[in-house]
């Protein structure tokens, strides 16, 4: 149903954003520090919960992280150790399988990187540096680093402690090595088959960055055994991939399994910490993918696994001498969402679905499989957050997806209840300590950047914890979305969308920039802190309107509405934003609809494009960043999920999606940008729209970006993009000026 906002309000709303403003730059935008300030990184509540520990920017160069803790009960942030402290002087060595592990987390900075704590008791962490392990003590003098290895040549990756702190574990050279925390103590290799294509304890490509899983082993809750996956990769195509500097090319070859293509095989095994013997589970042939694993506190490994075309997911655990014994099934005819929801508590384990319609908590016996419904929220529930004995805290959407709150909740059932500090048009999320009492809380709104705090359940205050503030600038250009429910190509579902009006309106009506995504997985509108904020009141300043819009497929609403891109990519979406973009003039005064733009980024980029290689498109220009243009290029996991298998590019839903057989349609401005070293989006795909473009003989726009990845971060090459678009949108969408 259409939900009307009526013109004389939304008239009274945009003239109240026509205030003059000081000016904003790009220069301002990309600048360093940014407007926003700087959120800590990978924030965690230690295991006693006497710390909040987390990764900072050095005050002499942003690019590099240093760790930084702040006591729990209130004080000041202290520096714990930075790299340059370590190193010496010498420069940092990254191996390219630890660069692109940090792609898949889109870690673009040095320095330490990532880190743990090491044991229970709040006194050690552990972080890889430069090929070598360290850790670092929280002793009464202050903090003390420690060297634990002295071979940087031989690249140590994901290291991880025992429970107890008194051994931790590493992959060096594709195998695993248990390192005891004694003074004079040697590592013990537990494998030795590792190559260079089969490889234990790390997450392959697939898990890492279709499945968010980023490691590949998982210490027993006695430090006695490793839960470890053996990923072999002998099957999977290589890919020969360029990485185009400025001034030389680097040829890298990269296992990647494109779709219809040979994934890794994963084989999953219990291997005994002291001895290094290893008994393998049984998993059936169906068994394509592993997206999680762990222990139960009896001391019991599971797995979750995936059927290849990912409607299928299976919870199963594997004790000692016993078949496997399936806990519990997810099904669905489009397929299974990947989630993190799966707690022990006394009541049984804690587990998502999507069954009813709509993700809702459950408990499933672990003997039975029985379910038992647990939330009864009106929109569907996000994640988990922690449980214990009493209650559970749980994230849950409202405002029709817009915003997301901190809910808790009865194990034994009844009605959840909002913890302090809710409000509306906000976002708030969580993490946790191991005994669900204090909840590491980011809040953040449209134009109020995040900020972390630390609360006590059943306590209504906060402290505040370290980040550097926003720039006293910010304020001056903040905008106020109109949220407005555009209704999508079926005539009937609402589309959430936010308008921000142009502020200079002397020309009467003025052109329009959409920003929107429309892929799976994702929401951008929503009352979260918009991080292209700024770019829109940029924009706002200098005569544009700006929309910004979801499409059906988008996250944080009901099943009906996430399903759409089953086996339809470019369809829906695109449908979607033409009835959206037409319906808007209607909707708010001023807009030109003969000068509408379309920016996108990945899947947005492949939105950009797609929207205007069609005869039918009411865009006047777009500009395309990182588009994926031909599905059979992209890996199996994503693309398999929502389109199927490819028969060679020949199935209807990757025929009907390929851009460069559409490149005749272009009637329409397009500029298209991209990274020579993008590793996920490879610069292929628009080497192929390029070369389909030239020879239909149409013109069209190119920037390319020599050893950028799929983010083209760096300051200096994100000022140059969004100056080309700039200049691109003034061109087309302001003839004459």
């Not at 799976?520 to 819009?549: C, E, F, K």
């Not at 000068?595 to 980029?605: A, E, K, L, T, V």
């Not at 494009?609 to 395309?624: C, E, Q, S, Y």
Request: proline share 7%; charged share 20%.
């Amino acid at each position: 149903m259409k939900l009307p906002v009526p013109l004389l309000l939304a008239a009274a709303l945009l003239a109240g954003g026509a205030h003059a403003e000081p000016a904003l730059t790009l220069e301002c935008i990309t600048a360093d520090p940014p407007l926003a300030g700087r959120l800590p990184r990978q924030a965690e509540v230690s295991p006693g919960g006497q710390w909040v520990s987390f990764l900072r920017p050095s005050q002499a160069d942003s690019e590099v992280l240093e760790l930084w803790a702040q006591p729990a009960a209130g004080g000041e942030p202290r520096k714990l150790v930075a790299a340059a402290d370590l190193l010496g002087g010498a420069a940092q060595k990254l191996s390219e399988a630890e660069k692109m592990a940090l792609e898949r987390q889109r870690i673009n900075q040095r320095g330490i990187t990532g880190y743990q704590w090491c044991g229970q008791d709040d006194q050690a962490l552990l972080f890889p540096l430069s090929g070598d392990l360290y850790l670092v003590h929280l002793g009464a003098h202050g903090p003390e680093p420690q060297r634990l290895t002295h071979s940087p040549d031989a690249p140590k990756q994901d290291p991880r402690c025992t429970p107890d702190g008194r051994n931790l574990a590493y992959v060096q050279g594709g195998n695993l090595f248990v390192l005891p925390l004694a003074a004079g103590a040697q590592p013990r290799r537990l494998t030795s088959d590792g190559s260079a294509t089969v490889g234990w304890g790390l997450a392959e490509f697939i898990a890492a960055e279709e499945l968010s899983r980023q490691r590949g082993y998982w210490w027993s809750k006695d430090g006695k055994s490793l839960l470890a996956l053996r990923v072999d990769e002998s099957g999977v195509a290589v890919k020969t991939r360029a990485q185009i500097f400025a001034d030389r090319t680097a040829m890298t070859q990269q296992r990647y399994p494109a779709a219809g293509e040979a994934n890794a095989r994963v084989a999953a095994f219990v291997i005994d910490a002291a001895t290094g013997q290893r008994r393998e589970l049984p998993l059936p042939a169906a068994a394509e993918y592993i997206p999680r694993a762990g222990w139960f506190a009896d001391g019991t490994p599971w797995l979750q696994w995936f059927t290849r075309d990912q409607t299928r997911l299976t919870l199963a655990e594997f004790k000692p001498g016993a078949a496997p014994h399936d806990i519990t099934v997810e099904t669905d005819p489009a397929w299974v969402e990947v989630q993190d929801d799966l707690i022990e508590t006394p009541r049984g384990l804690l587990w998502s679905s999507e069954a009813s319609g709509r993700r809702q908590l459950l408990l499933v016996d672990r003997a039975s499989g029985r379910r038992t419904p647990l939330t009864q929220q009106a929109e569907p529930v996000a994640h988990a957050i922690c449980a214990n004995a009493e209650q559970l805290v749980f994230a849950a959407a409202g405002d029709v997806g817009k915003a997301q709150e901190l809910y808790a909740q009865p194990l034994a059932g009844g009605q959840a209840r909002l913890l302090p500090g809710a409000a509306s048009r906000q976002w708030r999320d969580a993490k946790a300590d191991s005994a669900c009492t204090r909840l590491l809380v980011t809040r953040s709104a449209w134009s109020e950047p995040p900020r972390l705090e630390l609360r006590s359940l059943g306590q209504d205050t906060a402290i505040a914890l370290a980040g550097d503030p926003p720039s006293p600038d910010l304020k001056a250009y903040a905008n106020t979305p109109l949220a407005l429910a555009l209704t999508a190509a079926d005539g009937r579902t609402p589309l959430n969308a936010f308008f921000f009006a142009a502020q200079d309106r002397r020309e009467g009506r003025h052109p329009v920039i959409v920003m929107a995504y429309g892929g799976p997985g994702s929401a951008t509108v929503n009352w979260a802190w918009g991080r292209d904020m700024p770019l829109i009141a940029y924009w706002q300043q200098r005569g544009y309107g700006v929309l910004m819009l979801d499409t059906r497929g988008m996250q944080h609403r009901d099943r009906e509405f996430t399903r759409a891109h089953h086996h339809a990519f470019g369809s829906n979406e695109v449908a979607d934003l033409f009835a959206a973009v037409r319906e808007l003039p209607g909707r708010v005064p001023g807009v030109d609809p003969a000068r509408i733009g379309f920016f996108g980024w990945s899947y947005g980029g492949f939105l950009a494009a797609r929207a205007v290689l069609d005869a039918d498109t009411p865009f006047a220009a777009a500009v395309a960043v990182a588009p994926v243009t031909d599905w059979t290029l992209y890996d199996t996991a994503y693309t398999e999920r929502y389109l199927g298998m490819p028969d060679a590019g020949r199935a209807e839903p990757y025929a009907g999606a390929n851009l460069p057989a559409r490149a005749a349609l272009l009637s329409r401005p397009l500029l298209l940008m991209h990274g020579t070293a993008d590793d996920n989006v490879l610069f292929e795909h628009t080497l192929r729209l390029v070369e389909a473009l030239q020879t239909a003989g149409k013109s069209f726009d190119l920037q390319i970006y020599p050893g950028k990845a799929h983010g083209i971060a760096g300051r200096a090459a994100r000022l140059h993009l969004y100056r080309t678009m700039d200049a691109f949108f003034d061109r087309h969408l302001k003839p004459g000026q």
